[in-house]
């Protein structure tokens, strides 16, 4: 059964750092590009950053380039968001995702989703 | 960046009613559209890929139609698990793989 699950989330004052993670099981974690989406409070669903299977390329949002990393161990079966200079807009449901068989950034399976809070 | 709009924002049905949702690309994305579903406090779950396609293990109410800049996504037969909010994507020119702002699914 394929499972993802995310940790690291949690209350964070403005400007300050967290690292979430994403625990992936159950397929082959070393064959799939994999993503990170954020959900604000009440609003819809905002991609936000995408690693490939190798980590030869990341890509990011306008609104979190230059502050957030995303970087991934094959080995351990784990995806990792760093988020640093961290703003109240930040402020969300942040879900991992994996592609799906059917083509880059059609998502089959997705993380139950960890909240960041980020406020004084 | 392609804009994904959807309409309506919301709406109300009753169960067994027929539902259909609108979403509409700022250019053309071929058949690159993907719909999930969204209950409360979870997971999006797909639901149709590449427009027409359904997911396996998603019920057949579930429809997806359209290419281009113009699509749908009905439900034929609108059941109680049905009542959730809904999103389109377009996964043809990414990064980044926007998504419509959604469609709220109430019951009247």
């Known amino acids: 059964e394929v499972q993802l699950v995310e940790s690291g989330g949690g209350l964070v004052k403005p400007g300050g750092s967290l690292r979430l993670s994403c625990a992936a099981s159950?397929?082959?974690?070393?064959?799939?590009?994999m993503y990170w989406v954020r959900q604000a409070p009440g609003k819809g669903l905002e991609w936000v950053s995408s690693?490939?299977?190798?980590?030869?390329?990341?890509y990011y949002a306008d609104s979190v380039k230059g502050r957030f990393t995303i970087s991934r161990d094959n080995a351990k079966n784990s995806l990792y968001l760093q988020m640093n200079s961290l703003r109240a807009e930040d402020t969300a449901v942040y879900y991992c995702?994996?592609?799906?068989?059917?083509?880059?950034?059609?998502?089959?399976?997705w993380g139950q989703g960890t909240l960041v809070t980020v406020s004084s | 960046d392609i804009q994904m709009t959807q309409s309506p924002s919301s709406l109300s049905a009753s169960v067994g009613d027929r539902v259909t949702i609108t979403c509409r690309a700022s250019?053309?994305?071929?058949?690159?559209l993907n719909w999930y579903q969204q209950k409360p406090g979870k997971a999006p779950n797909l639901l149709i890929y590449?427009?027409?396609s359904l997911q396996s293990g998603v019920p057949s109410r579930f429809s997806g139609s359209g290419s281009g800049t113009d699509f749908t996504l009905t439900i034929s037969s609108l059941q109680p698990e049905d009542f959730a909010t809904y999103y389109c994507?377009?996964?043809?020119?990414?990064?980044?793989?926007?998504f419509g702002g959604g469609t709220k699914v109430e019951i009247k």
């Open positions: 995702a994996r592609d799906s068989d059917y083509g880059d950034y059609v998502h089959d399976y």
């Open positions: 159950g397929f082959t974690f070393s064959s799939y590009n």
């Open positions: 690693i490939s299977s190798s980590s030869s390329y990341t």
């Open positions: 250019q053309s994305i071929s058949s690159y």
């Open positions: 590449a427009a027409s």
């Open positions: 994507q377009q996964s043809y020119s990414t990064p980044p793989a926007t």
